[in-house]
């Protein structure tokens, strides 16, 4: 039961883009075309639930033993971070080269996303275990793709959309954003 | 030890270690799991402009240049670089420049504006062409026209199309070819003609005679004047005047004959 209301409050109630207001520039850079918000939840996905499994394995196995972890926290995770995408990039284009040529452009654009080093440093803050820490980050990812997709959609229809010229463009689709998030608001209460 | 140099040295040692081990792990993988790339790709990759139009019909310059590389794709199907990027390509590719692919530019085949073409309805709805054209026939009463709603001036990659007096007007020098406009336009209006074509039956009605003059000041009529005067460099298609680019076409006397006044020169 814990893990099922962990699950659902980091999707839902403490979404990662709409609540708590992380990942933002790939959820308005990326989200003009279904296509490309799809591969890049993808590729966010893919990136979060390992990054927090490494994290974890940072912060419990070399930090707290040395007494570090009040500091150098974000400066190690952003470098563990980006050289585990840097990794992850050579070493799926040579083993899977379809999913590359499916994720492989958006995962430079996430290696110091915010949202991937904010579900890592949350996991640290709220102490969770390892399986706890990775099932954060999944459903944390999770939530980040549905906040994404569902933006995406509405998006696309803006564009044929005729609003007043001067709302045209960004300034509709950040209004947008504004009342996506506050309908998100109504999840607030729902697990605590 | 010093307390004070501890707290120095053993963050230091410890993000340092990170690093160095993060480096190493990249440098091995790097070495033993790299995919050997055609140094050509990367050389064909630097002949393209670099657009990402999709012109070719590949999904940027990057795709297109592997695809020229490891499919042996056409080297002259980038419009932007030209004939001399198709030669530069064909450089790298080590084989002789193929004849040069003529410059083509995007054309508009009406020249129907809100002066000449009559409006049977007034449209209010969705600003797009294909949006009108869905909406019972759009509100042209010329069912061949172009509506101005501006899809071709949306989809443009260099904005090389306006709409100006309710129909789109292409800017030749700033065409680029990539055939964008061609495929959105619901009424395909939009044709790749040769840049150094200069006379145009600049109307796409296939209405008879009397039908296109009812609905539109500026169409062409199929009288077959020009058809006879040009010799076979105008064909009839039905009742509508069609240039036949592949043949020379220098006969400007036409234009101030047509009586549909759509032979024009652009």
């Given at each position: 039961?814990?893990?099922?209301?962990?699950?659902v409050?980091?999707?839902?109630?403490?979404?990662?883009?709409?609540?708590?207001?992380l990942?933002i520039?790939?959820?308005?850079?990326?989200?003009?075309?279904?296509?490309?918000?799809?591969?890049?939840?993808?590729?966010?996905m893919?990136?979060?639930?390992?990054?927090?499994?490494?994290?974890?394995?940072?912060q419990?196995?070399?930090?707290?033993?040395?007494?570090?972890?009040?500091?150098?926290?974000?400066?190690?995770?952003?470098?563990?971070?980006?050289?585990?995408?840097?990794?992850?990039?050579?070493?799926?284009?040579r083993?899977?080269?379809?999913?590359?040529?499916?994720?492989?452009?958006?995962?430079?654009?996430?290696?110091?996303?915010?949202?991937?080093?904010?579900?890592?440093?949350?996991?640290?803050?709220?102490?969770?275990?390892?399986?706890?820490?990775?099932?954060?980050?999944?459903?944390?990812?999770?939530?980040?793709?549905?906040?994404?997709?569902?933006?995406?959609?509405?998006?696309?229809?803006?564009?044929?959309?005729?609003?007043?010229?001067?709302?045209?463009?960004?300034?509709?689709?950040?209004?947008?954003?504004?009342?996506?998030?506050?309908?998100?608001?109504?999840?607030?209460?729902?697990?605590? | 030890?010093?307390?004070?140099?501890?707290?120095?040295?053993?963050?230091?040692?410890?993000?340092?270690?990170?690093?160095?081990?993060?480096?190493?792990?990249?440098?091995?993988?790097?070495?033993?799991?790299?995919?050997?790339?055609?140094?050509?790709?990367?050389?064909?990759?630097?002949?393209?402009?670099?657009?990402?139009?999709?012109?070719?019909?590949?999904?940027?310059?990057a795709?297109y240049?592997?695809?020229?590389?490891?499919?042996?794709?056409?080297?002259?199907?980038?419009?932007?670089?030209?004939?001399?990027?198709?030669?530069?390509?064909?450089?790298?590719?080590?084989?002789?420049?193929?004849?040069?692919?003529?410059?083509?530019v995007?054309?508009?085949?009406?020249?129907?504006?809100?002066?000449?073409?009559?409006?049977?309805?007034?449209?209010?709805?969705?600003?797009?062409?294909?949006?009108?054209?869905?909406?019972?026939?759009?509100?042209?009463?010329?069912?061949?026209?172009?509506?101005?709603?501006?899809?071709?001036?949306?989809?443009?990659?260099?904005?090389?199309?306006?709409?100006?007096?309710?129909?789109?007007?292409?800017?030749?020098?700033?065409?680029?070819?990539?055939?964008?406009?061609?495929?959105?336009?619901?009424?395909?209006?939009?044709?790749?003609?040769?840049?150094?074509?200069?006379?145009?039956?600049?109307?796409?009605?296939?209405?008879k005679?009397?039908?296109?003059?009812?609905?539109?000041?500026?169409?062409?009529?199929?009288?077959?004047?020009?058809?006879?005067?040009?010799?076979?460099?105008?064909?009839?298609?039905g009742?509508?005047?069609?240039?036949?680019?592949?043949?020379?076409?220098?006969?400007?006397?036409?234009?101030?004959?047509?009586?549909g006044?759509?032979?024009?020169?652009?």
């Amino acid at each position: 039961m814990e893990y099922v209301i962990l699950f659902v409050s980091a999707i839902l109630v403490n979404n990662f883009v709409l609540s708590r207001f992380l990942g933002i520039c790939p959820f308005l850079g990326v989200s003009k075309r279904m296509s490309t918000a799809l591969g890049m939840s993808g590729a966010v996905m893919f990136v979060m639930t390992i990054a927090a499994a490494v994290t974890w394995l940072i912060q419990t196995f070399l930090l707290v033993p040395l007494g570090l972890d009040g500091f150098l926290q974000t400066l190690s995770f952003i470098l563990v971070i980006a050289s585990l995408v840097q990794l992850i990039d050579i070493v799926m284009k040579r083993f899977a080269p379809p999913l590359h040529a499916a994720l492989g452009i958006y995962l430079p654009l996430i290696t110091t996303n915010c949202a991937v080093l904010g579900a890592a440093v949350i996991n640290m803050k709220s102490g969770h275990g390892f399986f706890k820490s990775v099932l954060f980050a999944f459903a944390a990812a999770i939530g980040f793709a549905l906040a994404l997709l569902i933006f995406a959609g509405l998006r696309e229809r803006i564009e044929r959309a005729d609003p007043p010229r001067c709302f045209k463009g960004v300034a509709i689709s950040l209004i947008t954003a504004g009342l996506l998030s506050l309908a998100f608001m109504g999840f607030s209460g729902l697990v605590k | 030890m010093d307390p004070v140099i501890t707290s120095v040295l053993v963050p230091t040692l410890c993000v340092g270690g990170c690093g160095l081990a993060s480096a190493v792990a990249l440098g091995i993988a790097d070495k033993f799991l790299s995919v050997p790339e055609d140094p050509r790709v990367q050389a064909v990759l630097a002949a393209l402009p670099g657009a990402n139009c999709g012109g070719c019909g590949f999904a940027g310059c990057a795709d297109y240049a592997s695809a020229i590389v490891l499919h042996g794709a056409e080297a002259s199907l980038c419009a932007p670089a030209g004939s001399a990027g198709a030669a530069a390509i064909a450089q790298v590719m080590g084989q002789a420049p193929g004849a040069a692919a003529e410059r083509k530019v995007a054309l508009v085949l009406c020249c129907g504006d809100e002066t000449e073409a009559v409006r049977r309805a007034h449209y209010n709805g969705i600003t797009d062409c294909a949006a009108a054209h869905a909406t019972a026939g759009g509100d042209k009463a010329c069912a061949y026209g172009c509506l101005g709603y501006g899809s071709c001036a949306r989809v443009c990659p260099v904005n090389a199309v306006r709409v100006e007096k309710g129909i789109a007007a292409i800017d030749k020098e700033a065409c680029i070819a990539c055939g964008k406009c061609v495929k959105v336009c619901p009424r395909k209006l939009v044709k790749l003609v040769p840049a150094s074509a200069q006379i145009h039956v600049l109307c796409s009605s296939k209405d008879k005679g009397p039908a296109v003059k009812k609905v539109c000041g500026t169409g062409c009529i199929g009288c077959h004047m020009c058809a006879k005067k040009a010799g076979d460099a105008i064909v009839m298609d039905g009742s509508l005047a069609v240039v036949d680019y592949a043949k020379e076409l220098k006969d400007t006397e036409i234009i101030a004959k047509c009586p549909g006044h759509c032979i024009r020169k652009a």
